[in-house]
């Protein structure tokens, strides 16, 4: 069996190494070259683009931003799973809210602006307190900002000028208070079988997620069915195959979705230690069509887990091997600023526990490129 | 990192893999050519042995059978782990025996005979129920013979007649009755730091090996000691480096040591889904002076662990995937009989859980292939 993931990154990386263990060869396309390569390697294999795609069962990404074109061609294929429309659905938050207003699934307030005269509508409809995002991202000049008060209406208006927003949009939502964000991850097979993961609980630190849990804690019955229902909605809505991971911000017993992924996701990466089949492994199911393995924690009914990303920076102590249930994962990039570099499984049975194997690791590592690790260690050991 | 491992196979694979996720770039040697190639697709990589014995920060094997010169050119490079002469000793039942002797421990009675004369003091001093086995394999015409009575020596002399006993001699053990065959995996890292898996309980079919569970049943305490100070003085006695697999007789309360497999080893395999750190982690954490991933079962001290060989076949119902705790490997080699194709590893929590998962998953493959599973998970659940 031949998979052909679109990215070639740690993502599919991870897939490869989880499909070779199964039989199932997994090749990179790198999208900035559209050359096939190895996904752990990253050295070119001696195929065209065209070869592989023919030479595949099934074509999958590791990221929704594929330049369309390749997309509009591997969907043409007949074996692109998810399937194109899905894919951007991650990729354009325009596309995005209309699937959620179509099948009718909570979302933050929003409007979107294809023109500056309508965001005073938006502060009359909203508030003033807005998020305002592009659309889409990777355009020059294009982003996230922010509206904290109606005065500041006129410079922000400013700031914007010049965008065409016909090309790209501007999603305006209101500035939520949120208790937390979870996020749910869970795999559809070309079957249309669904296995969800327990619900991960995500932190972030200046914009990039530093520390998941899974199960989140505080997690119940009726919360975990809210999300499930949530996630059958979106794939069959979607006619989705493969991986899918929902954002959600949780305000009391509320979940809204924030953002989809369709694709294994960061707050999955704890299914490698932490689940019986991990998130890379039942992406490839999933897409060819095999049973999806169980995805519930190793370990019987107290078992968590936590992931801690590595970001910007290689100087931990190895010696953080040595720590039973810690489960190191590396890139094999350079550091850059910001760059995800690698992550940490841990494995513990109860959140005290857990709480505490954070607490240890936390030794091994510089407390400037893990802000929260410490704090989150204290929360879990309440 | 990077580790050069003698041996192409599924062995060499399985380090590459989990090696993968810890950045340690793992290449092999196709000792049968020199070649080194990638030890999943086997495809060549770009570079001379001697080129990737120089870029390589440490030299390992996957089996013993590596061809001598090789060993001696990789020994003198001062990077090769385990050392020369701790391969040789998986190589040669000669040194093998030799060693136990000189560590004073306990195996099975045995003569070296290097003249066919001497087979007559054997049967005087051991019994005329023996076992002869040719000291090395992989020599036209040599292999193992049975002798169950004194009547039959000289038959069996005249079957031997005409081999170079001077050069490959034979080693002539007593048939021994143990209660069952029981192998204790360990590692020991460059620093001298030692973790042992729990002992792993195996069961063969006409010379293979078919099922192993960990921990072995009804292993206490004592015996588990026993099987670690054995391993210890076998590593310490060789200056060993990397995981050394010990393969014992057991009789009662007394483990006898049958063979020692200077390498990661099939009775091992358990550990991928059973264990915190795998053997395949461990060899390499060993060999590159990491520290020593646990070695205890996941999931608390009720859990268990089994794997089963697929040998000589693919027929395997892909269903299979879809029960919980059962774990394939494929190895992805071309079906041959008595082949090893690929494995599955099963957990669960208990051996009656362990025997019910086994007794699922045996309704997925074809009793011929797999005489030993039946009646391996009603033993469990009994």
Redesign the interface.
């Known amino acids: 069996m031949q998979v052909l993931v679109y990215g070639a990154g740690q993502l599919a ?2 897939m490869y ?1 989880d499909g ?4 199932i ?1 997994v090749q990179a396309v790198d999208v900035s070259n559209n050359t096939v390569v ?1 996904p ?2 990253k050295q070119p294999l001696d195929c065209s683009l065209e070869q592989a795609i023919e030479r595949a069962d099934v074509l999958t990404v590791e990221f929704e931003h594929v330049p369309e074109a390749l997309l509009e061609t591997a969907e043409q294929s007949g074996k692109l799973h998810p399937n194109k429309d899905a894919i951007l659905v991650g990729a354009d938050r325009v596309r995005e809210k209309a699937l959620l207003e179509r099948l009718n699934i909570p979302n933050c307030a929003h409007r979107i602006v294809t023109d500056l005269t309508q965001l005073d509508e938006c502060v009359e409809a909203l508030g003033e307190r807005l998020i305002i995002k592009a659309s889409r991202d990777g355009y020059d000049g294009y982003g996230q900002w922010r509206l904290s008060q109606k005065a500041d209406l006129p410079a922000l208006k400013k700031q914007l000028e010049g965008l065409d927003l016909v090309r790209v949009p501007l999603v305006v939502e209101q500035m939520l208070k949120f208790d937390r964000e979870v996020s749910l991850i869970g795999a559809r097979n070309v079957s249309g079988d669904i296995k969800v993961y327990p619900l991960a609980e995500n932190l972030h630190y200046q914009g990039q997620l530093h520390v998941s849990v899974a199960p989140a804690t505080n997690s119940d019955d009726a919360l975990t069915a809210k999300a499930l229902e949530i996630f059958s909605k979106l794939v069959e809505g979607m006619d989705y195959v493969g991986v899918l991971a929902v954002e959600l911000f949780q305000c009391g017993d509320t979940l809204l979705v924030n953002e989809l992924a369709p694709r294994v996701h960061n707050s999955g990466h704890w299914t490698q230690a932490g689940a ?1 089949t991990s998130q890379f492994e039942n992406h490839l ?1 999933a897409v060819l069509d ?5 995805t ?1 924690n ?3 009914d107290a ?1 968590v887990s936590a992931m801690v990303n590595i970001i910007g920076c290689d100087d931990h102590d ?2 953080l ?5 810690v489960h ?5 990039k350079t550091v850059r600023n910001k760059r995800k570099m ?1 992550h940490i499984n841990v ?1 513990a ?1 109860g959140y005290k526990a857990l709480g505490s194997k954070l607490e240890q690791l936390s030794g091994y590592l510089s407390a400037d490129h893990f802000p929260e690790l410490v704090d989150e260690a204290a929360r879990l050991q309440k």
């Open positions: 990386q991870m190494l070779a263990a199964l039989g060869d190895h752990v390697s019986d199911r095999l049973p999806l393995g169980d519930t190793i370990g019987g078992a190895l010696a091997l040595g720590l039973p249930g190191f994962n590396w890139y094999g690698g494995t049975s």
